[in-house]
Structure formats: structure tokens, C-alpha cells
């Protein structure tokens, strides 16, 4: 159940029409995300932070659950090599991609 991946997953192909590039970022393992990725039919990469040297330099907020660090829900929509938008925090989590794709239509770039 990871519902905003199936969320982004789902609404991949409105994404890439709108000329987004769309990444996971995870802190697990890659031989956990390379599963997930499969098990979910993903058509987007999930990036590893599994070290957390992105989070750190970003500062991204993160919790621990069972004694693992993970990253919260956040999305960053970046043009250019800058963070142009940040949604956080991503609630429901259903909705994000229904809410990235509505800021990308309010927010488009000319061609």
C-alpha cells in the first residue's frame, strides 16, 4: 500500500504530457525498491537516499517507525536544478498527484 506511488503511477502519462520527469526518493535499501517498483508497476525510478546525504542537505523531515529512519511525504517540483514548489506535508496521500498536477496546470512553463 503505498498510495501516493500508485497515485503518480496512475496519472503518469497526464505527468508526462505536462513535460514532468517523475522520481521516487526513498530511504530504503535499492533491493527494496527495486521490489516495491516491480510489485507496484511503476514506470517512474525510485532514487535511493538510503544514507540520507540528500535529506541532510535539503533538510527533508523524516520520522522513525520500529527503529527506521524514514523520509515523510513531501514533493518537490524542481525546474531548472531549483526547487521551484514544495508540497508539504502530502495529505491525503492519495491526492498528491492530483494536487502536483493541478499546481504544474496553474503553474506552466511556455514553450
Known sequence: MVPGARG???????????K??????SAQTT???????????LPFEILSDAEFKLCAALRLPTFEVDGMRLLKRLTLIVRG???????????????????????????????
Open 81 to 111: 536544478g531549483q526547487i521551484e514548489h514544495v508540497l508539504y506535508p502530502v495529505f491525503p496521500p492519495n491526492e498528491s498527484a492530483d494536487q502536483v498536477l493541478r499546481w504544474l496546470r496553474s503553474n506552466s512553463v511556455p514553450n
Open 20 to 25: 514532468a520527469a517523475v522520481f521516487g526518493l
Open 8 to 18: 503518480f503511477r496512475d496519472r503518469h502519462q497526464e505527468l508526462l504530457q505536462l
Open 31 to 41: 533491493e527494496y525498491q527495486l521490489e516495491m517498483a516491480g510489485r507496484l508497476h
